[in-house]
């Protein structure tokens, strides 16, 4: 969707809010239910989505009028953004709010309300001009043309920093053109990330590397799919040893619940690539008991649509027989290359 397009959304949602209003009638907005009963699996797509159920948004209710109107600011401000070519941060939004006197409880809620207004308007926040707080990198022999204003055209090899390059609006929206590469491989942290680089375990292993960040936040996934669609990279992903890390993965692969709403984000043949339960053993990794967090997190996933398949149930089972949990950096017991000369030479294979 261009930016003429999507500003003519946002000047619509206005113009029949005012129509409305000369109407004498109390505007209102037909939302999609984001409550958990209302987010499914689909397992033809692969992902998460929104069922039918909708809830209304109506300004005749006390109730809903703040809320309305914080809507009606968000829907104001994207619209600001895209007309004067700027880019916001979730958490600039949120301070920006507070100019126009914009009653935001917090960053959470005015998340919340740019999530409302990609629902109403099935506009993703990217096309606002939008984004989270850059925590994610990306090294490898890939190049890249950016379509940013002010550097149309120019391209970039994703290989010119050691320290890698932010998953940030530039990258987010640049064009893949060519790589050297034979596969994404996605590390949850920044350690590992630099280890990786300083060993050269990128060009050992003709990897691009993407520093996840912990969760990947959506724009980093979308630049993952990108990679992995137009220059037919294979995608594997590296995290921790624990419930969490494997839901860092299942994540990429399958989407997450409050994404449900957006569409063309997950990578199903992506694979996880441990640290498994099993490769704790193997690999004699110092490790450590699961918590009652984490026994509560095995028991949520083993409710969970996206864990069906007979691999993952088996990582589960032997998580809670296993009853420990370890982190990346535990392979360094065995020496500070140990986890490219051994672990992940077999993992690659």
Not at 144 to 170: F, H, I, N
Not at 200 to 217: D, I, K, M, S
Not at 259 to 276: F, K, Q
Not at 287 to 307: M, Q, V
Request: net charge negative; aromatic share 8%; glycine share 6%.
């Amino acid at each position: 969707m261009s930016k003429r397009n999507v500003v003519e959304v946002l000047t619509d949602l206005g113009k029949d809010i005012v129509s409305t209003l000369r109407d004498g009638e109390f505007p209102t907005f037909k939302l999609p239910d984001r409550g958990t009963k209302n987010i499914v699996y689909d397992s033809a797509a692969d992902q998460f989505i929104l069922g039918n159920s909708q809830i209304t948004r109506d300004s005749s209710n006390t109730k809903h009028i703040r809320s309305f109107a914080q809507l009606i600011w968000v829907a104001y401000f994207a619209k600001q953004l895209i007309e004067a070519d700027r880019t916001s941060s979730l958490r600039d939004l949120y301070y920006s709010s507070e100019a126009f006197g914009i009653d935001f409880c917090d960053q959470a809620e005015s998340d919340r309300m740019v999530i409302d207004l990609e629902c109403l308007t099935g506009v993703p926040r990217e096309k606002f001009g939008i984004f989270p707080e850059e925590h994610s990198s990306i090294f490898g022999a890939v190049t890249m043309r950016y379509t940013v204003r002010g550097y149309e055209g120019k391209e970039v090899d994703l290989t010119m920093s050691p320290d890698g390059l932010p998953v940030g609006r530039a990258l987010m929206t640049a064009e893949p053109i060519s790589t050297e590469a034979e596969v994404l491989l996605a590390v949850e942290s920044g350690g590992m990330f630099s280890r990786l680089i300083e060993t050269r375990a990128w060009e050992r292993y003709n990897a691009v590397l993407v520093q996840l960040g912990g969760q990947a936040p959506r724009s980093t996934r979308s630049l993952m799919k990108r990679l992995h669609d137009e220059l037919d990279l294979p995608v594997l992903i590296f995290t921790d040893g624990d419930p969490w890390g494997m839901h860092i993965a299942q994540v990429v692969i399958s989407g997450s619940a409050n994404s449900a709403h957006i569409m063309g984000l997950t990578i199903p043949d992506a694979r996880w690539i441990g640290v498994t339960p099993s490769d704790i053993v193997e690999h004699a990794l110092p490790s450590e008991p699961l918590t009652n967090a984490d026994l509560k997190r095995l028991d949520e996933l083993s409710r969970d649509a996206r864990y069906t398949g007979m691999e993952w149930k088996n990582h589960i089972k032997e998580f809670r027989a296993l009853q420990r949990k370890t982190e990346q950096q535990a392979f360094s017991r065995h020496g500070a290359d140990y986890v490219v000369d051994t672990y992940l030479a077999r993992k690659l294979e």
